[in-house]
C-alpha cells in the first residue's frame, strides 16, 4: 500500500518536478532577451538551490524515504 501524499506534498512535488525540467532544459533562454553568461550561470544556480530547498523540506524527505522503503522508487543518498 502507497503512503498518500498530502495536497500541500504534490504541490512541492510538482514544483521539484517543474525547476527540474527548467534546469535541464536545452532552450531554457529561447523566450527571453539574450543575456549573458554570468546571467545564465546565476538562473541555474538559483534553480538548483530551489530543488535543494525543496528536497530538503521534512515532509517531501518523509515520503521519499517511506516510498524508498516501499521499493516504488529509487534513488541515491
Given amino acids: 500500500m502507497t503512503p ?3 495536497d500541500a506534498l504534490i504541490i512541492k ?3 521539484i518536478a517543474a525547476h527540474a525540467a527548467e534546469l535541464i532544459a536545452a532552450d531554457h533562454q529561447t523566450e527571453k532577451a539574450p ?3 554570468t546571467t545564465l550561470k546565476n538562473e541555474r544556480r538559483r534553480t538548483a538551490e530551489a530543488i535543494l530547498v525543496l528536497l530538503a523540506d521534512s515532509e517531501v ?3 521519499l524515504v ?3 522503503r516501499l521499493d516504488l ?3 541515491k543518498r
Fill in 4 to 6: 498518500e501524499p498530502s
Fill in 13 to 15: 512535488l510538482a514544483s
Fill in 35 to 37: 543575456v549573458g553568461l
Fill in 61 to 63: 524527505r518523509d515520503y
Fill in 66 to 68: 517511506e516510498l524508498k
Fill in 73 to 75: 522508487v529509487m534513488f
